[in-house]
Each structure stands twice: as C-alpha cells, then as structure tokens.
C-alpha cells in the first residue's frame, strides 16, 4: 500500500527527511519540546506609555487631595492662631499666620467672661446619656429587623428609611408642643430621652446591615443551648459588632456634640446651656473681642480632633464592613 507521507531523505523526492513517530514531538534547538514552548509576550511601547500615564494621573490626583486637604484645614489653622492673637492681630491685612506674642491669657478671659467650665459640664452629661441611648435602642431595633420574622416587617423597615428624607424642621413645632405638655422644656430631656427610642434611622440601618452580615449558625447555635434572643444580642452578636458600634457612638457623638438648634429651642436657663450655645452667647456678647470667640471655639474643637483620631481605626474599619457585610 502507497503511503502519501515519505520515509527519509530531505530533497524533494522525500530522500533524507525523517517523519516523527506516534507520540513523538519535534525538539527545539535546546532540547525542549517545541510544543511545550511558554509564548514570549511582544510587549512594545503601549505598555510603557500606560504605566506613564497612571503614574501621571496619580501624581496629579495625590496633588489635587493635599490641596483639598490644605484648603479645609487652613481655617481651622487661623482660628487656633487667632485664639492667641491681640486684636489688632485678628483681622490685620496681610493675614498674621502666627502671632508675634502668644497671649496664652485669652483662654483664661474666655473661661473667666463665661462660665465655660459649665458649659462643659452640660455637653458632657448630655453627650453621654444621648450617645448611650442612641447605641442601645438602634442595637435593639436593628436586631429586630435583621433577625426576628414578624408580620410588616420590611414595611416598617422602609418607612423608619423613609424617614430620613423629613427635614427635622418638619417635626420641630410638634415636637416643642408635646415636650411642652410634658413639662420637660428648659430641662435636658428633650435632648437625651427621644434618643432611647430608636429615631435614629440611619444608626438602625448601619447596625441592621452589619447584623445581617452575621453568620446565623451561630445563633441558632446559642439557642439550642438555651440562650433566649436578649442573651444571643448581648454575648453573640454586640461583641462581634464592635466596629459598627464604634462607627455609630462617634457619628452620634459628633450629632450631639455640635447639636445647637434642640438646645436652643428647648433651654432657656445659661447654667443648663450646652457649649454650642455657651459658643455663640461668646459671639453675642464680646464680638469686639474675637480672640476670646476664637480661644472659646478651639476648646469645643479639641475633643473632637482627640476623639476621632483615637477612634479612627474602628470608624474606618466599621464604614468598610458595614457597607459589604450586608446581604
């Protein structure tokens, strides 16, 4: 039988040429299999002009945020630079960054002119109670809604969300009219008690999300042992949600802190004031004397700076959690 493929030989008459066998591969040069050869990729100038481009874009884009940055901070920069300005040094053109003398004795003025130590005082008490209050009712409500079924369920859900869209200006004469009736104006109870109620929808909502991100074995888990649904908040999910408790104490924490409208709307006694009304009783009365003003305001800024740069790891690490653990 004639075979189309020649044995040997390597002319055109198929002298010379030797064929592979079955199973055989041809070997490179080096001794390789050809077929087996990883392919070299042709990289040409696209690659080097991307790797240019972005780091074009980066460097333009880390310039851009620093001068963001400088341009949020440089305001706060001269309030604490006022703070320990005279006044002629306050408003003088060119703008004085750093006073030739500080006059470390305008936070005395400012503590002697007004009982800021009082002021303090207030805003500590009703921050904490406020705070604690925000965290344990938006801890109960949201463990409602992401673990126990009951009828209307996603429907009161969405309208506690749909609430977020009212304007506090809404509500504002309703409110004043029912803390009236209850007696409670000129006291802190409008500033703490609403608070235990669960009216923060958006702490609800953050603390529901990272629930639902909760394996429930574990629940299920704790029941079988015995455990009723208060003691599975309390020893299983509370503290394994310690990043998005500590993301929702200091968003209450800022709300409360620099709350001014609800103190002055329901306080009228100044030894019951608050320092965000203590801030601007210092702008009424000494506007004339704006480094007292500003040695006041550096003061109420302090503990906020303290207090966020303490907790920034739980308050980025429970932003980040909050938003992909949900599902």
């Known amino acids: 039988m004639r075979s ?3 044995s040997s030989g390597g002319d055109a008459t198929g002298k010379g040429l030797e064929w592979p066998r079955a199973g055989e591969q041809a070997l490179a040069s080096d001794g390789r299999s050809a077929a087996t050869e990883p392919a070299i990729p042709i990289t040409g100038h696209s690659g080097a002009s991307r790797s240019i481009w972005e780091t074009f874009w980066l ?10 940055a400088l341009s949020f901070l440089t305001p706060t920069f001269w309030m604490i630079s006022s703070s320990l300005k005279v006044s002629t040094e306050v408003f003088a053109h060119p703008i004085v960054w750093l006073p030739k003398d500080p006059h470390w004795n305008n936070y005395v003025k400012a503590f002697m002119l007004l009982p800021l130590t009082t002021f303090i005082v207030n805003t500590l008490i009703i921050v904490f109670f406020a705070v604690l209050g925000t965290v344990i009712s938006s801890a109960l409500v949201a463990y409602s809604f992401a673990r126990i079924r009951w009828p209307g369920r996603n429907f009161w859900f969405g309208l506690l969300l749909a609430t ?13 009219l029912i803390f009236k009736n209850l007696r409670w104006i000129d006291t802190w109870l409008p500033l703490i008690v609403p608070y235990w109620g669960g009216i923060g929808a958006i702490y609800v909502f953050l603390m529901r999300q990272f629930f639902l991100g909760i394996p429930m074995e574990l629940e299920d888990a704790a029941e079988i042992d015995g455990a009723n649904r208060i003691r599975v908040l309390l020893q299983i999910l509370l503290p394994l949600s310690k990043p998005v408790i500590a993301t929702v104490a200091v968003f209450a924490l800022l709300q409360h802190y620099n709350d001014f409208m609800n103190p002055l709307i329901y306080i009228n006694s100044m030894d019951k004031w608050p320092l965000a009304l203590g801030i601007r009783a210092y702008n009424d009365s000494y506007a004339k004397n704006w480094e007292v003003v500003f040695a006041a305001s550096t003061v109420m800024l302090t503990p906020m700076v303290a207090i966020f740069i303490v907790a920034q790891r739980y308050f980025v690490q429970g932003i980040a959690m909050t938003g992909f653990g949900g599902r």
């Open 59 to 68: 460097t333009a884009l880390q310039i851009f945020m620093t001068f963001l």
């Open 4 to 6: 189309d493929r020649p």
């Open 164 to 176: 977020m869209m009212l304007p506090d200006v809404v509500t504002l004469v309703p409110r004043f």
